[in-house]
């Protein structure tokens, strides 16, 4: 069973920046694609970023293109930087994991789901 935690959340001021990350707790040999949700209170959750298993492509959201940056260093650590945050960037991150096939935006085609990270960007 493929366990994820996330971590590096917390209350950072507008412009300010935020290292994510999220641990794979138990050692797979699958080439796991990994990806990063959010969920504003109210709103449904949706797509930051995702990476394939390689590590050579990334997807990311409109909202988060050129502040964000999902990054991977081996099969266990993922990593996403954030830049120039915005108090809309508020909400609880998720980190997911997709058994096959490259990172995708739909939450539906995930496997496994770490319990969550707040951020809070204030203004």
């Known amino acids: 069973q493929v366990q994820l935690v996330e971590s590096g959340g917390g209350l950072v001021q507008a412009g300010g920046s935020l290292r994510l990350s999220c641990a794979v707790s138990?050692?797979?040999?699958?080439?796991?694609?990994m990806g990063w949700f959010r969920q504003a209170p109210g709103k449904e959750r949706e797509f930051v970023a995702a990476?394939?298993?390689?590590?050579?492509?990334t997807y990311y959201a409109d909202s988060v293109k050129g502040r964000f940056t999902i990054a991977r260093d081996n099969a266990k650590m993922t990593y996403l930087q954030m830049n120039s945050l915005k108090p809309e960037d508020t909400a609880v991150y998720y980190c997911?994991?997709?058994?096959w096939g490259p990172g995708s935006r739909y939450p539906l085609e995930y496997d496994y789901w770490g319990q969550g990270t707040q951020v809070t960007v204030s203004s």
């Open positions: 138990e050692r797979t040999d699958s080439r796991l694609a």
């Open positions: 990476i394939n298993w390689r590590g050579d492509t």
């Open positions: 997911a994991a997709k058994s």
